[in-house]
């Protein structure tokens, strides 16, 4: 009788230990937060490039970093980072201050100080997106993603969050925390982020950025 109960004792030890082994393999491990690479959320002291001219003002303001595109068809930018990054997720939010519509706004990346040329992920006033890549020595830039309409771009006035993916080849962009695409294109592996604008038929736009977070992918 001792025998059989001793088997059954451990049977049923045996039958838990499985049980408390599977509760504990069905519990949820906690996903560890990305490492943030460089962040600014306060543009008051920053070392984004202030230098202005007479086609574009670059200033702070409001804690934020502001172009001010003065000249119709004319693009600026200007670097926020001095390291460069390889692969990462960028982020921050974008503002149409004023001028029209018609315009261009975004992020640049990998901005390649010997190649001088840099990716551009864009968005404007009338809801469109674009990523391209440019450049001082560019007398135009060449089009990776034509401009295209998406819902998810917050028109006029409106603050959007713009987010970019780049590791190797692949570049995913998002707007609002919706996914709106992926490119692949080799030939800049690493350079400094920074901000961009433009202008079309007229001037006058200009666009505020703020709260830019560079995070590990």
């Known amino acids: ?33 990305p490492v943030v690479l460089f962040e600014l959320s306060d543009f008051t002291d920053t070392s984004c490039n202030v230098d202005s001219t007479t086609d574009v003002e670059r200033f702070l303001e409001n804690g934020q970093i502001n172009l001010r595109v003065l000249t ?7 670097e926020c980072t001095s390291d460069e990054y390889t692969d990462f997720v960028v982020e921050a939010d974008a503002t149409q201050v004023g001028g029209p519509d018609a315009n261009a706004y975004g992020v640049i990346f990998r901005y390649g100080l010997d190649a001088d040329e840099f990716y551009a992920f864009l968005i404007s006033g009338d809801g469109l997106y674009a990523l391209t890549v440019d450049g001082a ?7 990776l993603v034509d401009w295209t309409e998406s819902s998810a771009i917050n028109k006029g006035t409106q603050t959007n969050h713009i987010k ?8 995913k962009y998002y707007v609002n925390d919706q996914f709106l695409g992926e490119t692949q294109d080799a030939r800049y592996s690493a ?21 830019l977070k560079i995070s590990e992918p």
């Open 1 to 33: 009788m001792k025998t059989s109960k001793l088997i059954s004792f451990s049977i049923l030890l045996l039958v838990t230990t499985l049980a408390c082994s599977t509760v504990t393999n069905l519990v949820a491990t906690p996903t560890p937060a």
């Open 72 to 78: 119709p068809q004319y693009v600026a930018w200007t």
């Open 137 to 143: 020595k560019r007398d135009e830039a060449e089009f």
């Open 164 to 171: 970019v993916v780049a590791v190797g080849p692949s570049i």
């Open 191 to 211: 350079g400094t982020v920074g901000f961009f604008a433009g202008s079309l038929e007229d001037g006058g736009v200009q666009a505020s950025f703020d709260n």
